[in-house]
Nanobody
Framework: QVQLVESGGGLVQAGASLRLSCAASGGTFSSWRMAWFRQAPGKEREFVARISRRFDITYYQDSVKGRFTISRDNAKNTVYLQMTSLKPEDTAVYYC???????????WGQGTQVTVSS
């Protein structure tokens, strides 16, 4: 049974940094595409960043480019989201997602709250 567990969220001031972690279990992590999504209050869940299963190819939503960095450690079965220069509009529940095929992300974590005060 695949499980994704996020951690690292919290309440910070604008301009601060946070690093989110997502620990995976129950499958072959190194073969999964991984991503982070977020959902702000009253809004739909949106894509934030993704990283490929091989060669660590990354892709970001325009609003986080240059501020967020996604990475993975296959030895630790963990994907990270380093967030810097945080803005109030980054406030959301952040979700880790995994895809074990070329299809949609089919495994999701429970989410971790990030709140950025102005």
């Amino acid at each position: 049974q695949v499980q994704l567990v996020e951690s690292g969220g919290g309440l910070v001031q604008a301009g601060a940094s946070l690093r989110l972690s997502c620990a995976a279990s129950g499958g072959t992590f190194s073969s999964w595409r991984m991503a982070w999504f977020r959902q702000a209050p009253g809004k739909e869940r949106e894509f934030v960043a993704r990283i490929s299963r091989r060669f660590d190819i990354t892709y970001y939503q325009d609003s986080v480019k240059g501020r967020f960095t996604i990475s993975r450690d296959n030895a630790k079965n963990t994907v990270y989201l380093q967030m810097t220069s945080l803005k109030p509009e980054d406030t959301a529940v952040y979700y880790c997602a995994a895809a074990d095929s070329s299809g949609p992300y089919n495994y999701w974590g429970q989410g971790t709250q990030v709140t950025v005060s102005s």
